[in-house]
């Protein structure tokens, strides 16, 4: 699932449930585990000049890259930093690492072959799923519309209850996936 769509959906999702001062960890929660994935295209792209294929096959790959992206998935860490934020009595943490959570949940069923290893530090095992939101070869074309409209629908289900700011950024958002799937699929 493409970053922009996790902070939209974990914000449809956990809002109802929470105060409006956690929606600054529902965002970060919901982004995190793709920062390093960002930080990594970013330096590789812009400061060494790798092209994008390059950066996927080689850079991507290596240990310390696949290990923090990885973790930054973890379902059980993820779940442990839920459970002690409850446990200590801090929503804010709670709600941040259930974003996480919710980030993680929704990325396991969309990634084949660049599957991350959900289950660590338990466990190396990369679910393979036979859909991607991003690899044609495994129904992107499909995934990535349906992900869209979720995306879209997430984004009027919070309209009525939103600023203006939170407004432009929901039609930044659905304007995003308009013009990625364009891109990426009918072009």
Not at 102 to 124: C, G, Q, T, V
Not at 141 to 151: I, Q, Y
Request: net charge neutral.
């Amino acid at each position: 699932m493409q970053t922009p769509g996790h902070a939209v959906v974990n914000l449809a999702i956990l809002t109802s449930a929470v105060t409006p001062e956690h929606t600054l960890p529902i965002l970060a929660g919901a982004i995190l585990p793709d920062v390093p994935i960002v930080v990594l295209y970013l330096r590789e792209h812009y400061l060494r000049g790798l092209p994008e294929e390059r950066i996927w096959r080689e850079s991507y790959q290596q240990p310390f890259w696949l290990n923090l992206i990885h973790g930054a998935h973890s379902l059980p860490l993820t779940l442990l930093g839920t459970l002690v934020g409850v446990a200590a009595g801090s929503s804010m943490v709670a709600v941040f690492f259930g974003s996480m959570l919710l980030h993680s949940l929704a990325d396991l069923p969309l990634h084949a072959e660049d599957a991350h290893r959900h289950f660590l530090p338990f466990s190396h095992y990369r679910f393979i799923s036979p859909i991607s939101y991003w690899d044609v070869r495994y129904h992107a074309r499909k995934v990535a519309l349906v992900e869209a409209l979720l995306v879209a629908g997430a984004a009027a289900f919070l309209w009525r209850d939103s600023s203006l700011v939170a407004r432009l950024l929901f039609v930044a958002v659905v304007a995003w996936y308009a013009v990625t799937y364009w891109r990426a699929f009918l072009r």
